[in-house]
């Protein structure tokens, strides 16, 4: 499998739940990154992971807690969650260094409902 | 701090015709990268197209170019032959070519229509 992809496609999840979205990425880069997409509002980024380790946190409550393993994979752990938490996060990698030119590659994101 | 402003919420544009979506962006730096991504119903955010700030060319990638004015501050996307499968939200974005802060940023996106 190539590219960026997230698991699962679609949550529903209680506000009293733990539950795990899954990003990997096939693609060698060394950078990834978290984002929260909210009906009209704009991308709003939580998370970035450089060489597994986590180089900003853009005031992101608790509830969320990220996870970086490898290179490879990105983990967002939730629990507790408010239903404003509901939206669309997307995961993205990116070789950081001399090729910024080449910008994100995106997963397709997980849709989360919060009840 | 740097920042991108898309004017235009939402535009339609009818099958087969031309359609100019609009960018200005706000930096102080002269090398930097610029970029319009796509996102389809499907949701996954695509790289349309991408511009780098030291090369006074336009970026053309088949039926969608940009329109780059530097002094301006502009970076329009123009798609020509509109499709349905264009139909999606656009989003004009900006990253720095140098220095400790490489992140992307995104406008706040154009919807567009396409209308048959």
């Known amino acids: 499998e190539t590219g960026v992809t997230q698991t699962p496609r679609h949550l529903v999840m209680g506000m009293t739940n733990k539950k795990s979205l899954k990003c990997e990425q096939h693609?060698?880069?060394?950078?990834m990154y978290w984002y929260k997409q909210s009906a009209k509002k704009p991308l709003e980024l939580m998370f970035v992971?450089?060489?597994?380790?986590?180089?900003e946190n853009n005031s992101v409550p608790s509830r969320f807690s990220p996870e970086c393993p490898n290179s490879s994979h990105l983990f967002l752990h939730l629990h507790t969650l408010q239903p404003e938490d509901s939206a669309l996060y997307l995961c993205?990698?990116?070789?950081?260094?001399?090729?910024?030119?080449?910008?994100?590659?995106f997963g397709s994101g997980t849709r989360l409902t919060v009840v | 701090a740097q920042t991108v402003t898309q004017s235009q919420p939402e535009m339609s544009v009818q099958e087969a015709e031309t359609v100019t979506l609009s960018c200005t962006y706000d930096?102080?730096?002269?090398?930097?990268?610029l970029f319009w991504y796509k996102q389809p119903p499907s949701r996954q955010m695509i790289l349309v197209i991408r511009?780098?700030?030291?090369?006074?060319q336009n970026a053309t990638e088949n039926r969608f170019s940009v329109n780059f004015q530097k002094a301006a501050k502009s970076f329009s996307l123009k798609i020509s032959d509109s499709q349905l499968g264009d139909a999606a939200m656009y989003f004009c974005a900006y990253r720095s070519a140098w220095g400790r802060d490489d992140k992307i940023i995104f406008g706040k996106g154009t919807r567009l229509h396409i209308l048959p």
């Open positions: 992971y450089n060489f597994k380790e986590q180089t």
């Open positions: 930096t102080s730096e002269s090398d930097y990268y």
């Open positions: 511009q780098e700030a030291y090369k006074q």
């Open positions: 693609l060698g880069h060394n950078a």
């Open positions: 993205a990698s990116s070789q950081e260094g001399s090729v910024r030119g080449y910008g994100y590659t």
